[in-house]
Every structure is written in C-alpha cells, then in structure tokens.
C-alpha cells in the first residue's frame, strides 16, 4: 500500500515576460489548489517598446505599426497590451528616446534594467497572492534569460529559486532542476555542450536520495520525441522548406533523454519548445511539455498529480 499522499503541481514555462501568462499562472494555482506551483525556465521577455512623450501625448512604432495614446488612461492600456505579449516599456522625451535607438549599449542596459524590475515585480506579486495558501512556488530560470536575473531570483523569502538545486515538493519527492540546454541556432546565455549539460545532470542525480521518486524539471526535452520537434533552421535562422512545408525535426538533448532512461524519474518536466505541447513516456518516467503561446497572452500548463507514481496529468490553457 502507498502510505504517500498526493502532491498535485502545475507546471508552466516559457512565459518570456508576459504579466498576463504570469497573472493567470498565479490565478491557476490557487483555482486547482497545488501544493507547488512551479515556472520551469525562459521567464524573461526579449524587447523593448520606446514610448515617446509628447506634452500630454504618447507615441511608439512598434510591432509594425505606429501606437499613439492620448492621455494617462490610454497610456496604461498600451502598456497592458505590450506586456500581455512579454514587451517591457520605457516611457522618455523624444530626444532620450532617440539617444537610446541610436545606442545599442544604451538600450540592452535599459532592457536589462526593465527585465530585473519586472521579476522583482512578479516575485511580489506571487508572495502576496500565494503567501497565505500554504503552496509553495519555484521561479527558474532557462536557457534564453540572461545569468543577471539570478541574484534577483534568489533575493524572494517566499518563491523559490531551484536552479541547479534538490528541492523536496511537498516533503515527499525531492526535484532537480536545470535551465540549461543544448546549443541552439542562437546561442543564447545558458546554452551549453552536451558534454557539459550530462555532467551537471549528473551531479544533481548524484545528491538524489531516490532517483526513482523524483522529478526531473530540465528545460531542454528530451532527443527524439513528442516534446522537441521544431522546424529545421538554415544558416540565415530561415525554416527550411520541404514540399511545401517547413521541415520539422527533433531538437531535444541527448543528455538530458540518457539521464531519464538511466535513473528513471516519476516525471520529467519540461519546456524550451514551444510548438511541441506533448505527453511521452520513456520508460515508466512520464515526460511533460505544456508548450507556450504567451505572445498570445494564454497560459499553457499541465496539473500532474503524484500519489508515490506519477498518478495522473491533465494540460491546462487559457
């Protein structure tokens, strides 16, 4: 007889900045009643909108077309709009806004200023929304978000960083965790050679008491599965086309498919592919991707329920 009670976890991930995705992700948690609400990696947006202020008057051309907003009011509503879709905003006279166009330095350092308020926000945020809830909630980071967001990320008395960790959900089942992935076409900050990737898993499953109920929550998927089919790139990041259609194939990590078959975890949680919302056993580990459409301002998420097994899943969107 299984003397472990059940654990239910939503999982979410590759909210890249979205306040709406991370609203809803909140909102959920407390509606389906987790025990752990969990964001597994790519939490920050990748672009700036540069609003200018005109007297009374606000001004942008952006996302290909040109927004103006009359007063204040009007204002907060482009905001909403540009951070439902992951966009960060700055708010400047012409002239500063100009200075920061012409100065790529100068704009990453506004963007990266932009992305560490705006987890400082969230964090906030999920404390006072989860605190008296007795669920907890694990924010990390994942290959695309940039190394700075870290110190912020373990500055929460209450969300949990399990970035390159062991974590025990719920007192019962101890849970890795790694925002690092294979090479991609954009060799973004946390990506890394597979070599490296498997030596870090391996150091992690090193410090597991039992391998076998735990929870592997990997951004980068699996190799070869439902979870890491994505269209082929050519040198120019161009999809390649075939008869017609964009050529898909698999894009997962090796390390991280070998790491499964080997220790055989109750489940693997996973992301970095968005197009790739999937449910696939290796073994009898259950491998999860919820995929995203933040850019939609939709959240994608999976509710998984733990009973000693991997007892159930359901995807979950909206």
Known sequence: MNDLAKTRIL????????????????NASKMYKVNAAIIGGDITGKALALVSKKNSTYE????GRKWVAQNDEELRSMIREFRKRGYYVHVADPSSVEEIRSNPAKAEQVLNQRIVNSIGEWLQLAEERLKDTGMKCYISPGNDDAYEIDSVLDSSDFV?????????????YEMITLGNANITPWNCPRDIPEEKLSEMIEKLTSELKNPRLSI????????????????ELDAHLTPVIKAGQPNMIHVG???VRRAIEKYQPLVGLHGHIHESKAMEKIGRTICLNPGSSYSEGNLNGVIVILDGEAKDHMFISG
């Open 253 to 255: 990590s090796v390390s």
């Open 60 to 63: 942008t051309e952006f996302l």
């Open 216 to 231: 592997f929550n990997l951004h980068a998927p699996p190799y070869d599965t439902y979870l890491d089919v994505a269209a």
């Open 160 to 172: 949990i960083n399990p970035e390159a960790k062991v974590v025990v959900l719920d007192g019962q």
């Open 11 to 26: 999982f979410c991930t590759d909210v890249h900045g979205s306040d709406t995705v991370f609203r809803k992700f909140l």
